[in-house]
């Protein structure tokens, strides 16, 4: 590829296993996804081995039960444009931050995220773990929010 045509990644400074994944194309005009199979994986997971390895051997087979616990943003937080942190909800509890929204798509959660609560779900968007060579990635099930 020609060098005027690389676009530097958003999340450039991480490493490329934990940068996440993400595509526009996925998407309609009203970031709604075009597929229910969709998933958006989370950035800077790498940091959250540990706790990640801990909920693999607490919910086993269960992935079912993992849903979001962070809350569409504030229009003051979306000013800021800070990077939405994700938290799980698993069972009875909430735990800390597992990884971040790609950089570029919180448009994309906080749509999802709307979209259940306007329609008088839960605003929790599924989750699924999974295992890669790199460690444990958080994979949003965003498509299930259509």
Request: aromatic fraction near 6%.
């Amino acid at each position: 590829m020609a060098f005027w045509r690389r676009a530097s990644h958003p999340d450039g400074d991480l490493p490329k296993t934990d940068r996440g994944a993400a595509t526009f194309d996925d998407y309609d005009y009203n970031l709604v996804p075009k597929k229910r199979e969709l998933t958006m994986r989370l950035a800077a997971s790498d940091p959250h081995q540990e706790l990640l390895a801990t909920l693999w051997s607490e919910v086993g087979d269960d992935l079912a039960s993992l849903v979001t616990a962070t809350p569409a943003r504030t229009l003051d937080l979306e000013r800021v444009d800070a990077p939405i942190e994700v938290r799980l909800f698993s069972g009875r509890s909430v735990t800390g931050v597992v990884g971040r929204v790609p950089r570029g798509f919180e448009g994309v959660y906080d749509e999802a995220v709307r979209r259940l609560d306007d329609r008088g779900d839960k605003p929790r968007i599924p989750v699924g773990l999974v295992r890669t060579k790199a460690g444990f990635r958080v994979n949003l099930l965003i498509g299930m929010t259509r």
